[in-house]
């Protein structure tokens, strides 16, 4: 077996050398970055492999503008620990220890998503090289702004399909004074109704999850205004409910359960999926039924407020968790399978029903990577 | 097309549409939800916008008065709302009542059209007419006509202004069609003020109840009011159809009446009367022997509502428990900017209750003798308005102005009475329930 | 058949516009400067009839401009001469409001503030809120990704829109976006949001709705300088407070509010900040006097409390008329859109007022403070002859703004107006990337042409006698 070529940029001058060179070569190339989204989608074909985890400086923080900008080989939790020191955060706490440009190109995020969104609502700017060597530009430093297209949208998503992302501007949100967790075991129909009150209800949660059995919900702002939110938020939730105040362990053990079930382990199928929010319900009924019809020990970690739904499929075999998947994807088409048990390849499709504008996915591609050179096969069958 | 010498663009030089009111429009956008005809059809022409548009390139002679600005000027109801939305303060009001004058002498109009007109004017600023026109009406009704008449599928098939005006008829008794306020009704107690009332041509015929419950709560308050006799039309409708030399003519007979009254204020109870009375000044500009005294006249002149908004309340109020929405008529809001005053009247009253309409601000589709003229989008807007009258789901509805009053009756399909505001106060003050005293 | 009588068959007669003069009506939007007559304007009633009027257009190459309201300020309606416009005002249903899912379904042609109206009654509310928001429409919302005053905290419409069906230029119907922000693939709706118009006409969107904020509180803190006032915003921000809006009025502005509507402004203030919070009760208590204390530290000369709804609605409603109010107080004006880094608003606006100075016209500012998004509106008389200077001005501002690490344009778009200044902001192979994108949703560019992008026949000519362009004067440009 030869060797696979890898490309190591620490400069977007080099990257933009690397993408002409490897094309020059005829070259297809794995976009890469922390690696740990590697899997997500189908399993592309790659002679190449392009590293951007040298490409990880700071290129500007200003904390007053409250935006970054980084190399996009950064380690997002780097950047969070460097923004901590000014009580400044990105506002999303994705499960992964990814690179930022990682985050971007698997529209990935975590619990609290429910109030600030994915990461394409905490990206203003960024700049892609094109498989051709062509760099481009789009949006900037500033946080409104609409001149031109919004190149970072196409490439939120892209699974490295598109083109490479050399850099990324952040808008940032100011750390809470304060932070408490609401928990309250119940099933998925009861978090859904108690979610939904303390959401109508105008106690402003930053997260509500509901994750194996537990609604989890947080609550940010200042000490007074989080401590009167908790007081109407137990009486809300009511008996067996549970405050934790802070970011203790109590409340951080909470919220790492649901971080691991995102992540997964070996041997899991991990899969991603999103749907309107009355319909957490009845995922979470469909989940179980297929699990015990396949012997599948399934978890479902769901924001379902924001639409967005996990499930950890573990144990049993690859036709196993084939069968639950295929189950999944009739009922909710949007599903993306971000970890593989060993042999699932071979059951399933990496992709189910393709969406309705899966024309128009198409020509984007065919725009920005003519050849198929990036990234090829990780969006088969759709393209 | 010829161009008057002296003229501006396409206009003839009698009082064209002002370059520097043109130029005050900003073309934002903001006087669109407000407009009732771009409500119903959604054309740029149709809105106040468009419209201003259309008299700036006539303004600059880029296009002919002909029929096409025409039935664009023509399907504004001049309600005004667009005036009241507007951020830059553009005077569409006198922009329109530029406009139309010179639509008149340059764009003939179609034999329909002006048949319609001609019946129109013929009969509704002549009392006399008008009751003999409610006259038949009324036995067309009693005497199962009406019913005959739409089994016998004729009405359908009249044209539709025709129809429009068979169904605007309201039920009326006969003895109420004759009704008139006495020529002099003392104040009770100390005299407060003299005022002279108008009496209204169709009001007087088909709202006779309003001008005596005008009256009684006007002298309950302190008012002498005096009906000058021999009045007669105040030639709203004429100037709103851009007649204005009809117009000037019934304003001057209006004042030479009314000034004999010696009366301090004038006071009017149909809201499109009033606001063109409020105007003589301007109509009258260029006529030496009455500008003076149309100012005077103009600055004279109160709106019932208004009037009695002034006056420190003497009479005492009755309890009259009702839910009522109160329907602002465009010439009472947006002309006369009088808006808060009926309905703090009505607050006044107790148990009773003022409820706000959806689309309040959107014309009924009354405006003058638009629902005989443009009888298509009048309708639109009427079954709109009486939807959204009967969604706030009032006991009553009340507004000023009688062509509000015969436009939503018209439209209504739930049994809810509607009144002139003044026979709530009058109820209210005599202290009898609101459908003993309409009798 | 002619692809005019195709259009009047296919949408019926009563639905397409040919007359001359019905035609000029939509010849500009709510930039007037630029006014081309289109050849036809349609008025579809449904989608089916808006994707019925694309295949036509596509079939004989015939260019189109979407139209909602026509309130756009960067001539993204501009028609194109042997094009039509299609009008979206008769498409205005409200399709659902679904307060469980937190969302509502509505055709393009609903006013943004009709969104909010038909949810309120859920306690719900529409969160964009673009100063005219009483009559744009969703649909231009969409094509420009629409902000407003209340978007430093909420975000703009493209935070706020799940899905979109859209016509595509070649007459297919699909839809961006689904039940929630997890459909696989490019985020394609995120793409199209702000596009302006030039990669589809949207024919109806899927909303997210808020529950109403428990709380809010807004003040008025008068400055008696410009730069005391931008000192405060970036007191505010690093105090870690996120504000619902910060506005900002100067004394010129003011005086055109005044002009126009019952001003709650004081009069002869140097400048004016409107600084609102929402949220939960306590939060919202404890941060408002925290603001009020950072704007008297920073020199404010005397702060007003909104007493109640009705108060705090006069406030906005001075601000929010604010543009056509200064129609009271010049007879011509230009209204400019640009962005700052926050850190520089005193520097830029220094910079603006020495700039009108020099050119002998007067600027009144009323912009976004929280986001550094300015809105400078260069005041000059048509009569006097000083149209070319003010927009000579109005043109140098937005590029100054381009200098100093911002952008062209934080909420009115590019369009028709400042197509000719992207150079400034990008490079060549920034816009020809642009153009890829725009090259796989409307490969014959017949969807809005001449917006976004420069041309060399929009950036080097004029309808009209030739009139050289300000770029072209500046030496920037150079007619080719």
């Known amino acids: 077996m030869s060797t696979v070529t890898t490309y190591r940029p620490a400069a977007l001058a080099e990257l933009r050398d690397a993408l002409v060179d490897s094309a020059r070569a005829g070259e297809r190339l794995a976009i890469a970055g922390g690696g740990s989204a590697a899997a997500w989608g189908g399993a592309p074909r790659y002679d190449a492999v392009l590293d951007t985890t040298a490409m990880s400086g700071l290129i500007a923080y200003n904390p007053t503008d409250m935006t970054v900008a980084v190399q996009a080989g950064m380690p997002f939790a780097a950047l969070q620990e460097t923004l901590a020191g000014n009580g400044q955060w990105v506002a999303l706490d994705p499960a992964r220890a990814g690179t930022v440009g990682g985050l971007v190109a698997t529209a990935d995020a975590g619990p609290v998503r429910h109030a600030f969104g994915t990461s394409r609502d905490c990206v203003i700017g960024v700049t892609v090289v094109l498989a051709d060597g062509t760099v481009a530009r789009s949006g900037g430093h500033v946080i409104k702004n609409v001149a031109g297209y919004d190149l970072a949208k196409v490439f939120h998503g892209s699974l490295g399909t598109l083109g490479v992302l050399a850099e990324v501007v952040l808008r940032l949100h100011p750390r809470p004074a304060a932070t408490a967790t609401l928990a309250v075991p119940c099933d998925a129909a009861a978090a859904f109704d108690l979610g939904g009150r303390l959401v109508h209800g105008s106690l402003e949660p930053v997260a509500v999850e509901w994750c194996d059995g537990t609604l989890l919900a947080r609550f940010d702002g200042t000490a007074g205004g989080v401590e009167d939110r908790g007081r109407r938020a137990m009486a809300l939730a009511g008996a067996g409910a549970e405050w934790l105040p802070g970011d203790d362990h109590r409340a951080g053990a909470r919220w790492s359960a649901v971080a691991d079930l995102v992540r997964g382990a070996d041997g899991d199928t991990v899969v991603r999926l999103g749907a309107a929010p009355d319909r957490a319900p009845s995922l979470a009924a469909l989940v179980d039924r297929e699990a015990r019809a396949h012997a599948v020990d399934a978890a479902l970690t769901s924001s379902p407020f924001a639409g967005a739904h996990t ?37 399933l499709p990496a992709w189910g029903e393709p969406p309705p504008a899966v024309a128009v996915l198409r020509a984007v591609k065919r725009a920005f990577d003519p050849d198929d050179r990036l990234g090829s096969g990780r969006f088969a069958p759709w393209f | 097309m010829v161009l008057t010498p002296g003229g501006s663009g396409s206009f003839d030089a009698h009082h064209p549409p002002r370059r520097e009111l043109l130029d005050d429009c900003v073309h934002c956008g903001f006087c669109l939800p407000s407009c009732p005809t771009y409500a119903v059809d959604g054309e740029e022409m149709d809105s106040p916008r468009g419209r201003i548009y259309l008299m700036d390139l006539a303004e600059r002679g880029e296009i002919p008065l002909d029929r096409t600005i025409a039935g664009h000027i023509d399907s504004c109801l001049g309600c005004l709302a667009c005036v009241t939305a507007c951020p830059s303060g553009v005077q569409y009001d006198l922009l329109l009542e530029a406009t139309r004058p010179q639509l008149e002498r340059h764009v003939p109009r179609t034999r329909r059209e002006r048949l319609v007109r001609r019946a129109i004017f013929a009969v509704f600023p002549y009392p006399a007419r008008m009751r003999a026109a409610a006259l038949f009406g009324v036995l067309y009704r009693r005497l199962g006509l009406r019913a005959l008449a739409h089994r016998l599928g004729i009405v359908a098939r009249l044209p539709a202004e025709l129809r429009a005006a068979e169904d605007l008829l309201p039920p009326v008794p006969v003895r109420s069609l004759f009704r008139r306020p006495a020529p002099l009704v003392p104040a009770a107690g100390e005299r407060r003020l003299r005022v002279a009332m108008l009496e209204g041509c169709a009001q007087r015929v088909l709202f006779g109840d309003v001008n005596a419950a005008t009256a009684r709560v006007l002298a309950a308050e302190g008012c002498e009011v005096v009906v000058p006799q021999g009045q007669r039309c105040c030639g709203a409708l004429n100037l709103h159809a851009g007649l204005e030399d009809d117009a000037a003519a019934r304003a001057r007979r209006l004042i030479d009446t009314f000034e004999q009254a010696e009366a301090d204020v004038v006071v009017v109870n149909v809201a499109g009367c009033g606001s063109s009375m409020k105007e003589y000044d301007r109509l009258l500009a260029d006529d030496p022997a009455y500008a003076d005294r149309a100012a005077r006249f103009a600055a004279s002149v109160r709106d019932v509502n208004e009037l009695l908004a002034e006056l420190e ?5 009755h309890p009259v428990q009702a839910k009522v929405a109160y329907h602002d ?50 309708e639109e807007l009427g079954r709109r308005k009486a939807a959204n009258i009967e969604s706030a789901a009032p006991d009553v509805i009340a507004t000023a102005n009688a062509g509000c009053l015969l436009q939503v009756r018209r439209f209504l399909t739930a049994d809810i009475p509607l009144v002139h505001p003044i026979e709530i106060l009058d109820a209210s003050i005599r202290g009898v329930p609101l459908e003993k005293a309409r009798r | 058949m002619s692809w005019s009588a195709e259009l009047a068959e296919a949408l019926g007669r009563e639905n397409v516009i040919t007359d001359p003069a019905r035609l000029r009506t939509y010849e500009c939007d709510g930039l007037t400067g630029y006014r081309v007559q289109p050849a036809m304007v349609v008025l579809p009633r449904s989608a089916e009839q808006v994707a019925a009027a694309v295949r036509v257009c596509a079939g004989h190459g015939v260019p189109f401009v979407a139209r909602g309201a026509g309130t756009g300020l960067s001539g993204g309606a501009l028609p194109v001469a042997d094009g039509i416009v299609i009008s979206l005002q008769r498409l205005r249903r409200v399709v659902e409001v679904d307060p469980v899912n937190l969302r509502a ?32 429409t969703i649909g231009g919302n969409v094509a420009e990704n629409s902000g407003g005053a209340h978007c430093l905290k909420y975000g703009f419409t493209v935070n706020h829109v799940l899905a979109a069906e859209v016509v595509l230029a070649d007459g297919t119907v699909t839809t961006l976006g689904g039940d929630s922000a997890q459909v696989p693939g490019y985020d394609l709706l995120g793409a199209f949001i702000g596009s302006e118009g030039t990669l589809g006409i949207v024919t109806k969107v899927t909303v997210r709705l808020l529950a109403k904020p428990a709380a809010v509180r807004t003040m008025v803190a008068d400055f008696a300088t410009v730069a005391g006032a931008g000192d405060a915003v970036t007191g505010i921000i690093a105090a870690g407070i996120v504000p619902a809006a910060v506005e900002m009025l100067d004394n010129l502005a003011i005086q055109a509010v005044a002009a126009s509507t019952e001003s709650v402004y004081t009069p002869d203030t140097v400048a004016a900040l409107v600084v609102e919070l929402d949220g939960p009760p306590d939060d919202v208590a404890e941060q408002f006097d925290e603001v009020q204390e950072i704007c008297r530290q920073h020199g404010s000369t005397k702060i007003m409390l909104a007493r109640d709804a009705d108060h705090r609605a006069l406030i906005w409603k001075g601000r929010k008329a604010a543009f056509a109010a200064v129609g009271r107080i010049s007879p011509n004006y230009f209204v400019q859109d640009g962005v700052v880094p926050r850190g520089r608003l005193a520097e830029v606006l220094g910079r603006i007022a020495a700039m009108a100075d020099d050119a002998g016209v007067r600027v009144a500012n009323v912009f976004h403070a929280g ?24 043109t140098q501002i937005a590029e100054l703004c381009v200098e100093l690490g911002g952008s062209l344009s934080g909420e009115h778009g590019i369009g028709a107006d400042k197509a000719c200044s992207m150079p400034r902001m990008f490079g060549e192979d920034d816009l020809a990337t642009m153009l890829r994108l725009r090259t796989a949703f409307d490969p014959d560019g017949l969807c809005n042409p001449g917006k976004v992008f420069p041309t060399p026949r929009l950036c080097g000519e004029r309808p009209g006698p030739y009139r050289p362009h300000p770029l072209e004067e500046a030496g920037v440009i150079e007619r080719l």
């Open chain 3, 371 to 394: 986001d550094g998004n300015l809105h400078p509106l260069v005041l000059y008389s048509e009569a006097e002859g000083q149209h070319d200077r003010a927009e000579r001005l109005s």
């Open chain 2, 313 to 317: 309340p003497r009479a005492p109020r």
């Open chain 1, 311 to 347: 499930v950890r499929l573990r144990g049993a075999t690859a036709a196993a968790h084939a069968a639950v998947v295929i189950a999944l994807r009739t009922e909710f088409p949007a599903t993306t399978v971000c970890r593989w048990a060993d042999g699932l390849h071979d059951e």
């Open chain 2, 329 to 378: 008529a465009c010439h009472l809001a947006n002309a006369q900017r009088i808006r808060t005053q009926p309905r703090d009247l009505l607050r006044a009253v107790p148990g009773i209750e003022v409820t706000d309409i959806p689309e309040a601000d959107i014309c009924c589709g009354s405006a003058g003798i638009y629902n005989l003229v443009q009888p298509a989008t009048a």
């Open chain 3, 105 to 136: 379904v509505v055709e393009p042609g609903v006013t943004n503030l009709d969104i909010s109206k038909a949810a309120a009654p859920y306690g719900l509310y529409y969160a964009p809120d673009p100063s005219s928001q009483q009559v744009c």
